[in-house]
């Protein structure tokens, strides 16, 4: 079965930096709009970036100049995670997506507190 595996996650300062990384199985990344979100304590879950086939990114307008989405093509999609802010504390979840095959992993938290 596919699988997305995410790791990375930890406790952090505020400014500090995580590089998350989301493993993946039976699927080709790179034929896949992979994408990020993040579910917030008592929060609904919000995208956080994507990146296309093509190579072309998208991120939401909180993390844009912080963030930075990227892989490998073929298992692997990172989320570099700079100058992080309180607000950023969430869990992170990995998506992939093909038409109708869209499959989540089981999220990775990240803690951004001093």
């Known amino acids: 079965q596919v699988q997305l595996v995410e790791s990375g996650g930890g406790l952090v300062q505020p400014g500090g930096s995580l590089r998350l990384s989301c493993a993946a199985s039976?699927?080709?990344?790179?034929?896949?709009?992979m994408n990020w979100h993040r579910q917030a304590p008592g929060k609904q879950r919000e995208f956080v970036a994507s990146?296309?086939?093509?190579?072309?990114t998208a991120y939401v307008e909180s993390v844009k100049g912080r963030f930075t989405i990227s892989g490998d093509n073929a298992k692997t999609v990172y989320l570099q995670m700079n100058s992080l802010k309180p607000e950023d504390t969430a869990v992170y979840y990995c998506?992939?997506?093909?038409?109708?095959?869209?499959?989540w992993g089981q999220g990775t938290q990240v803690t951004v507190s001093s």
């Open positions: 039976r699927i080709i990344v790179g034929l896949y709009v």
């Open positions: 998506n992939a997506n093909l038409g109708t095959n869209d499959f």
């Open positions: 990146i296309h086939p093509s190579g072309a």
